[in-house]
Protein backbone atom coordinates (compact mmCIF):
# COMPACT_ATOMS: atom_id res chain seq x y z
CA UNK A 1 0.00 0.00 0.00
CA UNK A 2 2.22 2.60 -0.62
CA UNK A 3 1.93 6.26 -0.08
CA UNK A 4 -0.04 5.08 3.34
CA UNK A 5 1.92 3.01 5.09
CA UNK A 6 1.17 2.47 8.87
CA UNK A 7 -0.61 5.74 8.82
CA UNK A 8 -3.37 5.92 6.83
CA UNK A 9 -5.61 8.75 8.99
CA UNK A 10 -8.81 7.47 9.46
CA UNK A 11 -10.94 10.61 8.00
CA UNK A 12 -8.67 10.33 4.80
CA UNK A 13 -9.52 6.70 4.51
CA UNK A 14 -13.21 7.33 5.02
CA UNK A 15 -13.28 10.21 2.29
CA UNK A 16 -11.88 7.94 0.00
CA UNK A 17 -14.66 5.52 0.48
CA UNK A 18 -17.54 7.79 0.60
CA UNK A 19 -15.64 8.94 -3.10
CA UNK A 20 -15.38 5.55 -4.39
CA UNK A 21 -19.24 4.79 -3.40
CA UNK A 22 -20.30 7.72 -4.77
CA UNK A 23 -18.19 7.37 -8.17
CA UNK A 24 -18.63 3.87 -8.55
CA UNK A 25 -21.49 2.08 -7.12
CA UNK A 26 -24.45 5.07 -5.85
CA UNK A 27 -23.44 7.69 -8.50
CA UNK A 28 -26.96 9.62 -7.78
CA UNK A 29 -25.41 10.50 -4.25
CA UNK A 30 -22.61 13.52 -3.71
CA UNK A 31 -19.60 11.67 -1.51
CA UNK A 32 -20.83 13.81 2.03
CA UNK A 33 -24.38 12.32 0.96
CA UNK A 34 -22.61 8.48 1.39
CA UNK A 35 -23.27 7.95 5.06
CA UNK A 36 -23.32 5.15 7.92
CA UNK A 37 -26.77 4.34 6.88
CA UNK A 38 -25.57 3.99 3.15
CA UNK A 39 -22.83 1.82 3.48
CA UNK A 40 -24.54 -0.43 5.83
CA UNK A 41 -27.79 -0.86 3.53
CA UNK A 42 -25.18 -2.03 0.41
CA UNK A 43 -26.28 -5.25 -0.63
CA UNK A 44 -23.99 -8.11 -1.42
CA UNK A 45 -23.18 -6.71 -4.91
CA UNK A 46 -22.81 -3.17 -3.61
CA UNK A 47 -20.20 -4.28 -1.35
CA UNK A 48 -18.29 -6.28 -3.04
CA UNK A 49 -17.98 -3.94 -5.77
CA UNK A 50 -16.69 -1.65 -2.92
CA UNK A 51 -14.08 -3.95 -2.04
CA UNK A 52 -12.81 -4.43 -5.61
CA UNK A 53 -12.86 -0.65 -6.10
CA UNK A 54 -11.18 -0.27 -3.09
CA UNK A 55 -8.45 -2.96 -3.46
CA UNK A 56 -7.82 -1.20 -6.88
CA UNK A 57 -7.73 2.19 -5.20
CA UNK A 58 -5.16 1.17 -2.23
CA UNK A 59 -3.45 -1.92 -4.02
CA UNK A 60 -4.08 -3.90 -0.80
CA UNK A 61 -6.30 -7.44 -0.82
CA UNK A 62 -9.18 -6.83 1.15
CA UNK A 63 -11.56 -9.35 0.01
CA UNK A 64 -11.43 -12.51 2.14
CA UNK A 65 -13.64 -15.08 4.66
CA UNK A 66 -13.45 -12.09 7.15
CA UNK A 67 -15.14 -9.69 4.83
CA UNK A 68 -18.80 -10.08 6.15
CA UNK A 69 -21.70 -7.41 6.56
CA UNK A 70 -20.80 -6.75 9.95
CA UNK A 71 -17.43 -4.60 8.38
CA UNK A 72 -19.69 -2.84 6.41
CA UNK A 73 -22.10 -1.32 9.55
CA UNK A 74 -20.63 2.19 9.06
CA UNK A 75 -17.93 4.09 7.94
CA UNK A 76 -15.97 3.66 10.79
CA UNK A 77 -16.15 0.37 11.09
CA UNK A 78 -14.91 -0.18 7.71
CA UNK A 79 -11.73 2.07 7.61
CA UNK A 80 -10.63 0.29 10.69
CA UNK A 81 -11.09 -3.22 9.46
CA UNK A 82 -8.78 -1.60 5.57
CA UNK A 83 -6.16 -0.29 8.40
CA UNK A 84 -6.12 -3.82 9.63
CA UNK A 85 -5.70 -5.31 6.78
CA UNK A 86 -2.73 -2.75 5.44
CA UNK A 87 -1.41 -3.34 9.33
CA UNK A 88 -1.36 -7.13 8.18
CA UNK B 1 -35.34 -40.91 -15.19
CA UNK B 2 -33.17 -38.28 -13.72
CA UNK B 3 -31.84 -40.87 -11.22
CA UNK B 4 -31.77 -43.66 -14.08
CA UNK B 5 -29.57 -41.46 -16.11
CA UNK B 6 -27.77 -40.90 -13.10
CA UNK B 7 -26.84 -44.27 -12.54
CA UNK B 8 -25.36 -45.21 -15.58
CA UNK B 9 -22.45 -42.24 -14.76
CA UNK B 10 -22.27 -44.03 -11.40
CA UNK B 11 -22.06 -47.52 -12.64
CA UNK B 12 -19.08 -46.32 -15.34
CA UNK B 13 -17.18 -43.94 -13.56
CA UNK B 14 -17.80 -44.90 -9.68
CA UNK B 15 -14.56 -43.29 -8.69
CA UNK B 16 -14.81 -40.24 -10.86
CA UNK B 17 -15.15 -36.83 -8.77
CA UNK B 18 -19.20 -35.34 -8.94
CA UNK B 19 -18.57 -32.53 -6.46
CA UNK B 20 -15.62 -30.52 -5.50
CA UNK B 21 -16.58 -27.93 -2.83
CA UNK B 22 -13.77 -25.64 -0.33
CA UNK B 23 -13.89 -28.85 2.27
CA UNK B 24 -14.02 -32.13 0.45
CA UNK B 25 -14.46 -33.89 -2.84
CA UNK B 26 -17.20 -36.57 -3.35
CA UNK B 27 -17.09 -39.33 -6.22
CA UNK B 28 -19.87 -40.41 -7.96
CA UNK B 29 -19.99 -43.50 -6.24
CA UNK B 30 -20.16 -41.28 -2.79
CA UNK B 31 -23.01 -38.85 -4.04
CA UNK B 32 -25.24 -41.46 -5.03
CA UNK B 33 -24.55 -44.07 -2.12
CA UNK B 34 -25.08 -40.80 0.14
CA UNK B 35 -28.93 -39.57 -2.26
CA UNK B 36 -29.72 -43.29 -1.70
CA UNK B 37 -29.67 -43.32 1.97
CA UNK B 38 -31.43 -39.89 2.29
CA UNK B 39 -33.96 -41.38 -0.33
CA UNK B 40 -34.99 -44.20 1.67
CA UNK B 41 -34.65 -42.69 4.87
CA UNK B 42 -37.44 -39.98 3.72
CA UNK B 43 -39.75 -42.99 2.48
CA UNK B 44 -38.97 -44.45 6.25
CA UNK B 45 -40.22 -41.04 7.99
CA UNK B 46 -43.24 -41.49 5.72
CA UNK B 47 -43.24 -38.93 2.76
CA UNK B 48 -44.31 -40.84 -0.59
CA UNK B 49 -44.43 -39.86 -4.29
CA UNK B 50 -45.41 -36.85 -5.09
CA UNK B 51 -45.34 -35.11 -1.91
CA UNK B 52 -43.83 -31.16 -2.09
CA UNK B 53 -40.58 -31.57 0.02
CA UNK B 54 -38.52 -27.10 0.47
CA UNK B 55 -34.66 -27.60 0.45
CA UNK B 56 -33.30 -25.00 2.79
CA UNK B 57 -29.71 -25.40 2.13
CA UNK B 58 -27.14 -23.39 0.40
CA UNK B 59 -24.89 -23.96 -2.39
CA UNK B 60 -22.87 -27.39 -1.91
CA UNK B 61 -22.94 -30.79 -1.65
CA UNK B 62 -25.78 -31.37 0.59
CA UNK B 63 -28.01 -29.35 -1.72
CA UNK B 64 -26.65 -31.85 -5.06
CA UNK B 65 -27.09 -34.93 -2.43
CA UNK B 66 -30.72 -33.72 -1.25
CA UNK B 67 -31.89 -32.52 -4.56
CA UNK B 68 -31.20 -36.21 -6.40
CA UNK B 69 -32.50 -38.21 -3.47
CA UNK B 70 -35.34 -36.08 -4.35
CA UNK B 71 -35.52 -37.18 -7.28
CA UNK B 72 -34.74 -40.66 -7.05
CA UNK B 73 -37.89 -41.22 -5.15
CA UNK B 74 -39.85 -39.21 -7.10
CA UNK B 75 -40.23 -35.85 -4.28
CA UNK B 76 -40.91 -32.73 -5.81
CA UNK B 77 -38.07 -29.89 -4.82
CA UNK B 78 -39.28 -26.84 -4.02
CA UNK B 79 -36.05 -24.82 -3.34
CA UNK B 80 -35.65 -22.15 -1.22
CA UNK B 81 -33.32 -19.17 -1.28
CA UNK B 82 -31.32 -19.14 1.34
CA UNK B 83 -31.19 -15.49 2.01
CA UNK B 84 -35.13 -15.40 2.42
CA UNK B 85 -36.25 -12.89 5.17
CA UNK B 86 -38.89 -14.60 7.59
CA UNK B 87 -41.83 -13.02 6.19
CA UNK B 88 -40.80 -14.56 2.81
CA UNK B 89 -39.82 -18.16 3.84
CA UNK B 90 -43.36 -17.93 5.60
CA UNK B 91 -45.56 -17.08 2.48
CA UNK B 92 -43.62 -19.76 0.42
CA UNK B 93 -44.10 -22.42 2.90
CA UNK B 94 -47.44 -21.46 3.61
CA UNK B 95 -48.19 -21.62 -0.46
CA UNK B 96 -46.62 -23.91 -1.52
CA UNK B 97 -47.94 -26.82 1.07
CA UNK B 98 -44.79 -28.63 1.62
CA UNK B 99 -44.80 -31.52 4.18
CA UNK B 100 -40.87 -30.69 5.37
CA UNK B 101 -38.24 -28.13 4.84
CA UNK B 102 -34.84 -30.04 4.31
CA UNK B 103 -31.74 -27.85 5.61
CA UNK B 104 -29.14 -28.10 7.88
CA UNK B 105 -28.52 -28.01 11.28
CA UNK B 106 -27.31 -24.73 11.47
CA UNK B 107 -30.56 -23.26 10.27
CA UNK B 108 -32.84 -24.74 12.18
CA UNK B 109 -33.19 -22.08 15.18
CA UNK B 110 -33.93 -19.80 11.99
CA UNK B 111 -36.61 -21.89 10.38
CA UNK B 112 -38.06 -23.67 13.81
CA UNK B 113 -39.98 -20.03 14.91
CA UNK B 114 -40.94 -19.48 11.11
CA UNK B 115 -42.54 -23.04 11.44
CA UNK B 116 -44.06 -21.99 14.41
CA UNK B 117 -46.26 -19.52 12.74
CA UNK B 118 -47.98 -21.77 10.37
CA UNK B 119 -51.33 -22.64 10.66
CA UNK B 120 -50.16 -26.45 9.11
CA UNK B 121 -45.92 -26.39 9.71
CA UNK B 122 -43.97 -28.64 7.50
CA UNK B 123 -41.91 -31.28 9.22
CA UNK B 124 -38.40 -29.75 9.77
CA UNK B 125 -35.71 -32.41 8.79
CA UNK B 126 -32.01 -31.89 9.82
CA UNK B 127 -29.70 -33.66 7.51
CA UNK B 128 -27.87 -34.35 10.23
CA UNK B 129 -30.53 -35.43 12.54
CA UNK B 130 -31.66 -37.76 10.50
CA UNK B 131 -28.42 -39.54 9.91
CA UNK B 132 -27.82 -39.57 13.34
CA UNK B 133 -31.14 -41.75 14.10
CA UNK B 134 -29.89 -44.91 12.31
CA UNK B 135 -26.58 -46.58 13.41
CA UNK B 136 -26.84 -48.60 10.15
CA UNK B 137 -27.90 -48.53 6.82
CA UNK B 138 -31.39 -48.36 6.25
CA UNK B 139 -33.38 -51.65 5.56
CA UNK B 140 -34.32 -51.20 1.07
CA UNK B 141 -37.57 -49.41 0.75
CA UNK B 142 -39.34 -49.68 -2.30
CA UNK B 143 -39.01 -46.96 -4.40
CA UNK B 144 -42.03 -45.74 -6.35
CA UNK B 145 -41.83 -45.94 -10.25
CA UNK B 146 -41.10 -42.06 -11.28
CA UNK B 147 -42.12 -41.09 -14.54
CA UNK B 148 -41.13 -38.42 -17.20
CA UNK B 149 -44.46 -36.82 -16.19
CA UNK B 150 -43.30 -37.03 -12.88
CA UNK B 151 -43.23 -33.50 -11.01
CA UNK B 152 -39.71 -32.88 -9.83
CA UNK B 153 -39.56 -28.99 -8.70
CA UNK B 154 -41.41 -26.36 -7.90
CA UNK B 155 -40.13 -22.66 -8.58
CA UNK B 156 -41.41 -19.35 -8.13
CA UNK B 157 -41.54 -16.91 -10.81
CA UNK B 158 -41.76 -13.46 -9.96
CA UNK B 159 -45.18 -12.04 -10.35
CA UNK B 160 -45.96 -8.83 -11.53
CA UNK B 161 -48.54 -8.31 -8.86
CA UNK B 162 -46.46 -8.65 -5.97
CA UNK B 163 -47.68 -12.64 -5.86
CA UNK B 164 -45.54 -15.40 -7.10
CA UNK B 165 -46.46 -17.64 -9.44
CA UNK B 166 -45.56 -21.74 -8.75
CA UNK B 167 -44.31 -22.91 -11.45
CA UNK B 168 -43.90 -26.81 -11.91
CA UNK B 169 -41.53 -28.84 -14.14
CA UNK B 170 -41.35 -32.67 -14.84
CA UNK B 171 -38.87 -35.14 -14.39
CA UNK B 172 -38.91 -35.00 -18.08
CA UNK B 173 -38.72 -31.20 -18.56
CA UNK B 174 -35.50 -30.81 -16.40
CA UNK B 175 -34.25 -33.65 -18.61
CA UNK B 176 -34.66 -32.08 -21.70
CA UNK B 177 -33.45 -28.82 -20.85
CA UNK B 178 -30.15 -30.70 -19.67
CA UNK B 179 -29.88 -32.59 -23.06
CA UNK B 180 -30.40 -29.45 -25.34
CA UNK B 181 -27.90 -27.62 -23.60
CA UNK B 182 -25.55 -29.87 -23.16
CA UNK B 183 -25.85 -31.21 -26.78
CA UNK B 184 -25.43 -27.10 -27.78
CA UNK B 185 -22.14 -26.70 -25.55
CA UNK B 186 -20.79 -30.16 -26.47
CA UNK B 187 -20.71 -31.21 -22.29
CA UNK B 188 -18.70 -34.32 -21.67
CA UNK B 189 -17.40 -36.42 -19.00
CA UNK B 190 -14.47 -34.13 -19.22
CA UNK B 191 -16.24 -30.60 -17.93
CA UNK B 192 -15.46 -29.70 -15.09
CA UNK B 193 -18.16 -26.58 -14.04
CA UNK B 194 -17.98 -23.57 -11.82
CA UNK B 195 -21.05 -23.14 -9.91
CA UNK B 196 -21.47 -20.20 -7.92
CA UNK B 197 -24.76 -18.61 -9.17
CA UNK B 198 -27.35 -20.12 -6.44
CA UNK B 199 -28.40 -23.83 -6.99
CA UNK B 200 -32.29 -23.15 -5.84
CA UNK B 201 -32.71 -20.88 -8.45
CA UNK B 202 -33.43 -22.51 -12.37
CA UNK B 203 -30.25 -21.34 -13.99
CA UNK B 204 -27.98 -23.13 -11.58
CA UNK B 205 -29.89 -25.82 -11.22
CA UNK B 206 -30.70 -26.33 -14.95
CA UNK B 207 -27.80 -25.35 -16.89
CA UNK B 208 -25.45 -26.73 -13.81
CA UNK B 209 -26.78 -29.66 -11.66
CA UNK B 210 -28.67 -31.42 -13.89
CA UNK B 211 -26.64 -31.43 -16.90
CA UNK B 212 -23.47 -32.16 -15.54
CA UNK B 213 -25.18 -34.72 -13.09
CA UNK B 214 -27.04 -36.40 -16.99
CA UNK B 215 -23.31 -36.07 -18.60
CA UNK B 216 -21.17 -37.57 -16.25
CA UNK B 217 -19.51 -34.13 -15.78
CA UNK B 218 -18.11 -32.44 -12.61
CA UNK B 219 -19.31 -29.97 -10.50
CA UNK B 220 -17.24 -27.38 -8.45
CA UNK B 221 -19.28 -25.81 -5.92
CA UNK B 222 -18.74 -22.30 -4.09
CA UNK B 223 -21.35 -20.86 -1.50
CA UNK B 224 -20.94 -17.40 -2.49
CA UNK B 225 -19.16 -14.99 -5.06
CA UNK B 226 -15.68 -14.19 -3.74
CA UNK B 227 -13.90 -12.87 -7.50
CA UNK B 228 -10.54 -13.14 -6.10
CA UNK B 229 -11.82 -16.92 -4.98
CA UNK B 230 -13.44 -17.47 -8.43
CA UNK B 231 -10.06 -16.99 -10.47
CA UNK B 232 -8.15 -19.14 -8.12
CA UNK B 233 -10.69 -21.43 -8.36
CA UNK B 234 -11.28 -21.39 -11.96
CA UNK B 235 -6.97 -22.19 -12.53
CA UNK B 236 -6.26 -24.55 -9.56
CA UNK B 237 -9.67 -26.36 -10.70
CA UNK B 238 -8.50 -26.33 -14.01
CA UNK B 239 -12.51 -24.89 -14.73
CA UNK B 240 -13.90 -25.69 -18.11
CA UNK B 241 -17.50 -24.28 -17.86
CA UNK B 242 -18.52 -21.37 -15.77
CA UNK B 243 -21.58 -19.98 -15.68
CA UNK B 244 -22.28 -16.38 -14.27
CA UNK B 245 -24.15 -13.36 -14.07
CA UNK B 246 -23.34 -10.15 -15.72
CA UNK B 247 -22.17 -8.62 -12.64
CA UNK B 248 -19.82 -10.96 -11.66
CA UNK B 249 -18.14 -10.77 -14.67
CA UNK B 250 -17.25 -6.32 -13.90
CA UNK B 251 -15.96 -8.19 -10.85
CA UNK B 252 -13.80 -10.37 -12.59
CA UNK B 253 -12.42 -8.31 -14.56
CA UNK B 254 -11.69 -5.51 -12.38
CA UNK B 255 -10.06 -8.18 -9.32
CA UNK B 256 -6.14 -8.16 -9.52
CA UNK B 257 -4.79 -11.47 -8.73
CA UNK B 258 -0.92 -11.99 -7.97
CA UNK B 259 0.88 -13.82 -10.16
CA UNK B 260 -0.35 -14.63 -13.94
CA UNK B 261 -3.85 -15.93 -14.22
CA UNK B 262 -4.18 -18.74 -16.07
CA UNK B 263 -7.13 -19.92 -17.34
CA UNK B 264 -6.10 -21.70 -20.33
CA UNK B 265 -8.78 -24.99 -19.09
CA UNK B 266 -11.55 -22.58 -19.63
CA UNK B 267 -13.72 -23.29 -23.06
CA UNK B 268 -16.84 -21.86 -22.06
CA UNK B 269 -18.16 -19.23 -20.25
CA UNK B 270 -22.11 -18.36 -19.83
CA UNK B 271 -23.87 -15.05 -18.58
CA UNK B 272 -27.41 -15.09 -18.21
CA UNK B 273 -29.99 -13.54 -15.82
CA UNK B 274 -29.99 -9.67 -17.21
CA UNK B 275 -28.03 -8.65 -20.20
CA UNK B 276 -24.43 -7.86 -20.50
CA UNK B 277 -23.13 -5.22 -20.95
CA UNK B 278 -20.50 -5.35 -24.16
CA UNK B 279 -18.10 -3.26 -22.03
CA UNK B 280 -17.73 -5.75 -20.04
CA UNK B 281 -17.41 -8.70 -22.25
CA UNK B 282 -15.13 -6.90 -24.64
CA UNK B 283 -13.40 -6.44 -21.29
CA UNK B 284 -13.65 -9.70 -20.31
CA UNK B 285 -12.26 -11.20 -23.82
CA UNK B 286 -9.28 -8.84 -23.48
CA UNK B 287 -8.04 -9.57 -19.83
CA UNK B 288 -8.65 -13.56 -20.26
CA UNK B 289 -8.71 -14.52 -24.15
CA UNK B 290 -12.15 -15.57 -24.07
CA UNK B 291 -16.15 -14.07 -24.94
CA UNK B 292 -19.03 -14.07 -22.31
CA UNK B 293 -21.57 -16.29 -24.11
CA UNK B 294 -25.02 -15.02 -23.53
CA UNK B 295 -28.06 -17.22 -22.79
CA UNK B 296 -31.43 -16.60 -22.26
CA UNK B 297 -34.41 -18.61 -20.58
CA UNK B 298 -37.19 -18.18 -17.70
CA UNK B 299 -37.81 -20.25 -14.61
CA UNK B 300 -40.94 -21.82 -17.20
CA UNK B 301 -39.56 -22.70 -20.19
CA UNK B 302 -35.71 -23.43 -18.55
CA UNK B 303 -32.85 -21.91 -21.05
CA UNK B 304 -33.97 -21.78 -24.31
CA UNK B 305 -30.97 -19.71 -26.38
CA UNK B 306 -27.22 -19.56 -26.36
CA UNK B 307 -24.74 -17.15 -28.69
CA UNK B 308 -22.27 -19.46 -29.52
CA UNK B 309 -21.71 -17.69 -32.81
CA UNK B 310 -18.34 -17.78 -34.01
CA UNK B 311 -18.85 -14.02 -34.86
CA UNK B 312 -18.18 -12.77 -31.47
CA UNK B 313 -18.31 -9.33 -32.31
CA UNK B 314 -21.16 -9.21 -34.64
CA UNK B 315 -23.21 -10.86 -32.77
CA UNK B 316 -22.39 -9.21 -29.09
CA UNK B 317 -25.73 -8.16 -28.33
CA UNK B 318 -27.52 -11.30 -28.80
CA UNK B 319 -28.54 -13.80 -26.87
CA UNK B 320 -28.16 -16.54 -30.01
CA UNK B 321 -30.58 -18.94 -31.29
CA UNK B 322 -32.60 -21.71 -30.06
CA UNK B 323 -31.52 -24.78 -28.75
CA UNK B 324 -33.58 -27.46 -30.98
CA UNK B 325 -36.28 -28.45 -30.44
CA UNK B 326 -36.80 -25.37 -28.32
CA UNK B 327 -38.74 -22.95 -30.70
CA UNK B 328 -38.65 -19.15 -30.36
CA UNK B 329 -41.03 -16.62 -32.53
CA UNK B 330 -42.00 -12.97 -32.25
CA UNK B 331 -45.34 -11.60 -32.25
CA UNK B 332 -47.37 -9.03 -32.71
CA UNK B 333 -50.10 -7.49 -30.28
CA UNK B 334 -52.91 -9.15 -32.38
CA UNK B 335 -50.86 -12.60 -31.60
CA UNK B 336 -49.62 -13.04 -35.15
CA UNK B 337 -45.87 -14.22 -36.04
CA UNK B 338 -43.54 -11.33 -36.97
CA UNK B 339 -41.42 -11.67 -39.80
CA UNK B 340 -37.22 -11.48 -38.73
CA UNK B 341 -35.95 -7.90 -38.28
CA UNK B 342 -39.34 -6.54 -37.18
CA UNK B 343 -39.45 -6.26 -33.00
CA UNK B 344 -42.75 -7.53 -30.76
CA UNK B 345 -43.37 -9.70 -28.22
CA UNK B 346 -41.13 -13.29 -27.42
CA UNK B 347 -42.98 -16.68 -27.43
CA UNK B 348 -40.86 -19.61 -26.19
CA UNK B 349 -42.16 -23.39 -26.36
CA UNK B 350 -40.34 -26.71 -26.75
CA UNK B 351 -40.33 -30.05 -24.45
CA UNK B 352 -38.95 -28.20 -21.68
CA UNK B 353 -41.75 -25.82 -20.93
CA UNK B 354 -43.63 -26.04 -18.03
CA UNK B 355 -47.83 -26.14 -18.87
CA UNK B 356 -48.58 -23.52 -17.00
CA UNK B 357 -49.01 -21.52 -13.25
CA UNK B 358 -50.41 -24.01 -10.30
CA UNK B 359 -53.63 -23.29 -9.33
CA UNK B 360 -53.58 -19.83 -11.12
CA UNK B 361 -55.54 -20.50 -14.19
CA UNK B 362 -55.78 -16.32 -14.85
CA UNK B 363 -52.17 -15.84 -15.17
CA UNK B 364 -51.40 -19.25 -16.77
CA UNK B 365 -53.80 -18.00 -19.64
CA UNK B 366 -52.19 -14.38 -19.64
CA UNK B 367 -48.74 -15.80 -20.14
CA UNK B 368 -49.43 -19.24 -21.93
CA UNK B 369 -51.42 -19.10 -25.44
CA UNK B 370 -51.09 -20.98 -28.36
CA UNK B 371 -48.86 -23.39 -27.30
CA UNK B 372 -46.33 -19.90 -26.84
CA UNK B 373 -45.28 -19.09 -23.32
CA UNK B 374 -44.72 -15.29 -23.26
CA UNK B 375 -42.13 -14.40 -20.67
CA UNK B 376 -42.86 -10.43 -21.01
CA UNK B 377 -39.69 -9.73 -22.96
CA UNK B 378 -39.71 -7.18 -26.32
CA UNK B 379 -37.17 -8.52 -29.15
CA UNK B 380 -36.19 -9.83 -32.50
CA UNK B 381 -34.79 -12.20 -34.55
CA UNK B 382 -32.47 -12.01 -37.37
CA UNK B 383 -32.48 -13.83 -40.78
CA UNK B 384 -30.17 -16.55 -39.14
CA UNK B 385 -32.49 -16.88 -36.24
CA UNK B 386 -30.21 -15.03 -33.59
CA UNK B 387 -32.37 -13.28 -30.66
CA UNK B 388 -31.81 -9.85 -29.65
CA UNK B 389 -34.00 -8.73 -26.49
CA UNK B 390 -34.91 -5.07 -26.35
CA UNK B 391 -36.93 -4.45 -23.66
CA UNK B 392 -39.98 -5.74 -21.51
CA UNK B 393 -43.49 -5.40 -21.04
CA UNK B 394 -43.32 -5.04 -17.37
CA UNK B 395 -42.14 -3.04 -14.30
CA UNK B 396 -39.37 -6.30 -12.86
CA UNK B 397 -36.18 -4.60 -11.34
CA UNK B 398 -33.47 -6.88 -12.31
CA UNK B 399 -30.75 -6.71 -9.17
CA UNK B 400 -27.88 -9.05 -10.16
CA UNK B 401 -30.09 -11.48 -11.84
CA UNK B 402 -32.49 -11.44 -9.10
CA UNK B 403 -35.69 -10.34 -10.03
CA UNK B 404 -37.69 -8.01 -7.98
CA UNK B 405 -41.41 -6.94 -8.30
CA UNK B 406 -42.15 -3.42 -7.21
CA UNK B 407 -45.00 -3.96 -6.11
CA UNK B 408 -44.07 -6.93 -3.36
CA UNK B 409 -41.53 -3.85 -2.14
CA UNK B 410 -44.32 -1.12 -2.41
CA UNK B 411 -46.30 -3.56 -0.29
CA UNK B 412 -43.91 -3.68 2.33
CA UNK B 413 -42.70 0.27 2.24
CA UNK B 414 -46.75 1.34 2.88
CA UNK B 415 -46.75 -0.62 6.35
CA UNK B 416 -44.53 2.16 7.30
CA UNK B 417 -47.16 4.74 9.23
CA UNK B 418 -45.57 7.56 8.05
CA UNK B 419 -45.64 6.48 4.08
CA UNK B 420 -48.91 8.18 2.29
CA UNK B 421 -48.35 6.90 -0.95
CA UNK B 422 -44.71 5.03 -2.29
CA UNK B 423 -43.59 3.88 -6.32
CA UNK B 424 -40.57 1.73 -6.23
CA UNK B 425 -38.67 1.03 -9.48
CA UNK B 426 -35.46 0.72 -10.80
CA UNK B 427 -32.28 2.81 -11.89
CA UNK B 428 -29.61 1.85 -13.26
CA UNK B 429 -26.66 0.52 -11.37
CA UNK B 430 -23.22 1.27 -11.78
CA UNK B 431 -22.03 -2.13 -11.32
CA UNK B 432 -24.54 -3.59 -13.71
CA UNK B 433 -28.17 -4.15 -13.94
CA UNK B 434 -30.37 -2.18 -11.75
CA UNK B 435 -31.11 -1.12 -7.76
CA UNK B 436 -34.25 -0.73 -6.43
CA UNK B 437 -35.44 3.22 -5.64
CA UNK B 438 -38.48 3.74 -3.10
CA UNK B 439 -40.01 7.26 -4.27
CA UNK B 440 -42.05 8.12 -1.05
CA UNK B 441 -44.51 10.54 0.22
CA UNK B 442 -44.98 10.63 4.14
CA UNK B 443 -47.85 11.73 5.64
CA UNK B 444 -45.12 13.17 8.15
CA UNK B 445 -41.26 14.19 8.60
CA UNK B 446 -39.61 10.49 7.66
CA UNK B 447 -36.28 9.35 7.58
CA UNK B 448 -34.81 7.07 4.68
CA UNK B 449 -33.09 4.65 7.24
CA UNK B 450 -37.05 4.17 8.70
CA UNK B 451 -37.50 3.09 5.02
CA UNK B 452 -34.98 0.46 4.70
CA UNK B 453 -35.21 -0.94 8.02
CA UNK B 454 -39.20 -1.65 7.71
CA UNK B 455 -38.08 -3.58 4.63
CA UNK B 456 -35.09 -5.46 5.95
CA UNK B 457 -37.54 -7.37 8.11
CA UNK B 458 -39.64 -8.42 5.78
CA UNK B 459 -37.27 -8.68 2.79
CA UNK B 460 -34.13 -10.17 1.23
CA UNK B 461 -31.26 -8.12 0.81
CA UNK B 462 -31.57 -7.44 -2.69
CA UNK B 463 -35.13 -6.38 -2.61
CA UNK B 464 -34.46 -3.68 -0.23
CA UNK B 465 -34.40 -0.04 -1.65
CA UNK B 466 -30.83 1.53 -1.84
CA UNK B 467 -31.99 4.70 -2.76
CA UNK B 468 -35.14 6.55 -1.05
CA UNK B 469 -36.15 10.18 -2.36
CA UNK B 470 -39.00 11.96 -0.71
CA UNK B 471 -41.76 13.88 -2.52
CA UNK B 472 -44.50 15.76 -2.16
CA UNK B 473 -46.41 13.84 -5.17
CA UNK B 474 -46.42 11.45 -7.42
CA UNK B 475 -46.41 12.22 -10.65
CA UNK B 476 -49.59 10.90 -12.49
CA UNK B 477 -51.05 11.47 -16.06
CA UNK B 478 -54.12 12.75 -16.25
CA UNK B 479 -55.79 9.11 -16.21
CA UNK B 480 -54.00 8.54 -12.94
CA UNK B 481 -51.21 6.67 -14.28
CA UNK B 482 -47.84 7.11 -12.38
CA UNK B 483 -45.26 8.62 -14.45
CA UNK B 484 -42.50 6.13 -13.68
CA UNK B 485 -40.45 7.92 -16.39
CA UNK B 486 -39.75 11.41 -14.19
CA UNK B 487 -39.23 9.62 -10.77
CA UNK B 488 -35.73 7.66 -12.06
Not at chain 1, 30 to 51: N, Y
Not at chain 2, 430 to 440: H, I, S
Request: some cysteine.
Amino acid sequence: MEGYGLEIREGALIQQIQQIVSDQILSSLRPDQVDDMVVAGLDSIGRLALLVALENELGVELMGADMGPEVFQSLVILAGFIMRKVDG
Amino acid sequence: MLWTRFLTHVEQSPDYEAVVTSSRRWTYGELAAEAEVLATRLLQEGFRLGDSLAIYIPNGFDFIMTFLALARSGFVAVPLNVNYQAGELRGYLQHSGVRAVITEEKRRTHLEPILGCLESPPRLVVLEELSALYEFPPPEEPHACVASDSPALRHYSTGSTGQPKPVVRTQGHLMAEAEYFARAIKMTPDDRILIVVPLFHSYGLGNGLVPALMNGATMIVLEAFNPREVLVTLQQEGVTLYLGVPFMFKLLTETKLNGRCDLSKLRLVVSAGAALNPEVSDAFLKRFGLPVRQLYGSTETGSVTINLDSDVQGTIGSVGRAMPPVEVAIFDESGDRLPAGEEGEIGLRGPTMTSGYEGLPEATSDSFRNGFFYPGDIGWLDKEGRLYITGRKTFFINVGGNKVDPAEVERVVATHPKVKEVVVLGVKAPYGGEMVKAVVVASEPCQPSEIVEVCKGWLAEYKVPKLVEFRDEIPRSPLGKVLRKYLV
